[in-house]
């Protein structure tokens, strides 16, 4: 035997005979990250992307260093330089970037946040972060959906783009950022706002969507508008026993009968119309109430909040607010109300066929035989914060044939879903970032 293979063999059989209990040894043995978590015949994406899930960045006090030391050792491998940038106190927005041949050019954002929402463990079947696999290639996880895999979607496509030695027009920037799940105000709405960020001159921006449970992906080109309400009734106080006039009760009943009865109709908008989905009808949610000291002390103050979600073809200040002061001066003397999230840009991002992002965007996907359905997005993402300064965002996350359970217990994804995802955004990022100059790249 060659005196390099023989080293080779002896470093092997050292390696085999320290490794820990439960850990395969992958034949690569030159690639640290597979030592340490791969799995013998595991794609090592799907490795990287369980590896990744394992770590807690998760709320109320996400282990964002672990997420910056991770994205650190990936920038390495990729041989991409990566930037850190301090939107708060501990709250650090990282951009690697993989430069473009013709970097004057507007660039090309991947987006995706770091954090997880919070788990019930004891409705999970499986530890929320071990990211179990099943037998049928299910992994289990909190962020398997929301959005640790479109995270290493992103890393794994440009690795293999890289790989292959192809050559982009535009500059690829993979943003990672915190906080998008307790509102992205120490994270995007922030990052947006600062000179950095204008340094990274975006022309386009992907990020997160939902799950699609049928054959078709579904795309996101705007949000509903969050607005968090709080109304406060006041009202006489007095003994428990007596008919006291004007209690904060009765004024409390009103508003809520005109929140909840403006509900139901827009249920009914919702279950009567068939091209209706989620996002173009406003939810209301009454979500917490307070009030009261005693069994026998009519409260001098009772409090609601609601969760309002509103389509952003709704006229917000003309129209909406003006109906929740209506309803107030209904309910009721002295009735006012504060905001603690009130939403109000509107804009969307163009899904015409003449618009050179989108076609750039829907023509791959029909390239790979993939059908989009194109919503408005219930909820809130950090899109909201791109698309409120002007740029163009689609939230897409390459799931379909996946029930949607993002926030939910048991989150999970299909391994297979998961790979497949990364050829969907190998072809987007070649397309996305070869989209010819046009007028707003001058
Ligand atoms: C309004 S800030 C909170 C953001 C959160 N996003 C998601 C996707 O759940 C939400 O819509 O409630
Ligand atoms: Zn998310
Ligand atoms: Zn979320």
């Not at 106190?89 to 473009?100: D, F, H, I, L, Y």
Request: charged residues 25%; negative net charge; contains cysteine.
């Amino acid at each position: 035997m060659f005196p390099v293979l023989q080293s080779l063999r002896g470093l092997l059989i050292l390696i085999q005979s320290v490794k820990p209990k439960n850990t395969q040894l992958c034949t690569c043995f030159f690639f640290p990250r597979q030592l340490k978590t791969g799995t013998m015949g595991e794609d090592s994406s799907v490795t990287l992307f369980r590896e990744y899930l394992r770590l807690r960045t998760v709320h109320p006090e996400p282990d964002y260093d672990a997420a910056l030391r991770f994205l650190d050792g990936i920038a390495e491998e990729l041989g991409l330089p990566i930037k850190k940038i301090e939107v708060c106190p501990g709250r650090v927005v990282s951009v690697m970037t993989w430069e473009g041949t013709n970097p004057s050019l507007k660039t090309i954002l991947l987006n995706s946040h770091t954090d997880v929402v919070p788990v019930y463990q004891e409705h999970w079947k499986y530890d929320a972060f071990a990211a179990v696999k099943d037998s049928e290639g299910n992994i289990f996880a909190r962020g398997t959906q929301d959005m640790k895999s479109v995270t290493i979607q992103y890393i794994e496509a440009v690795r293999r783009l890289k790989a292959e030695g192809k050559k982009l027009m535009r500059t690829i920037h993979l943003m990672f950022v915190p906080d998008e799940e307790v509102g992205g105000h120490k994270g995007m709405e922030t990052f947006v706002k600062l000179p950095e960020f204008q340094e990274l001159n975006i022309g386009f921006a992907l990020d997160e969507g939902l799950a699609n449970p049928g054959e078709a992906f579904t795309v996101f080109y705007g949000e509903r508008n969050p607005w968090w309400i709080t109304v406060r009734c006041p009202g006489n106080p007095g003994h428990g026993s007596r008919f006291v006039e004007n209690t904060a009760a009765e004024k409390l009943r009103s508003i809520i009968n005109s929140f909840l009865d403006f509900r139901e109709k827009e249920k009914g908008r919702l279950n009567t119309s068939e091209c209706f989905t989620l996002g173009d009808v406003t939810t209301v949610n009454m979500t917490m109430v307070k009030g009261g000291v005693a069994y026998n002390v009519i409260p001098a103050e009772m409090d609601v909040s609601f969760d309002l979600r509103i389509p952003p073809t709704v006229n917000l200040q003309v129209c909406f607010e003006e109906q929740i002061k209506q309803w107030c001066k209904e309910a009721g003397e002295g009735i006012t109300y504060d905001f603690a999230q009130k939403h109000m840009n509107q804009n969307m991002t163009s899904t015409d066929e003449s618009d050179p992002w989108w076609n750039a965007f829907s023509t791959t996907c029909k390239a790979m035989n993939m059908t989009l359905e194109k919503e408005i997005f219930p909820a809130a993402t950090d899109s909201r914060f791109i698309r409120a300064v002007g740029l163009p965002a689609i939230g897409f996350s390459p799931m379909n044939r996946t029930p949607i359970l993002l926030h939910d217990h048991n989150e999970f994804l299909n391994e297979q879903v998961f790979l497949k995802g990364i050829q969907v955004y190998e072809r987007l990022v070649v397309a996305l970032a070869n989209v010819p100059a046009m007028t707003c790249d001058a």
